[in-house]
């Protein structure tokens, strides 16, 4: 990191990175708990 570095535009950059892995783990969970409903029906359906 150099030290002539604009520092607003790092903390920007730094908000966007945290904001977009925050979408991806938010699209993960969703995915998971899809996946805990599915798998939920299925033991279910076969008792």
């Given at each position: 990191?150099?030290?002539?570095?604009?520092h607003?535009?790092?903390?920007?950059e730094?908000?966007?990175?945290?904001?977009?892995?925050?979408?991806?783990?938010?699209?993960?969970?969703?995915?998971?708990?899809?996946?805990?409903?599915?798998?939920?029906?299925?033991?279910?359906?076969?008792?």
């Open positions: 990191m150099g030290s002539g570095q604009n607003l535009g790092s903390a920007d730094e908000k966007r990175r945290r904001d977009r892995k925050k979408k991806k783990e938010k699209k993960r969970d969703e995915e998971n708990l899809y996946l805990v409903i599915v798998c939920d029906l299925l033991i279910n359906n076969r008792e």
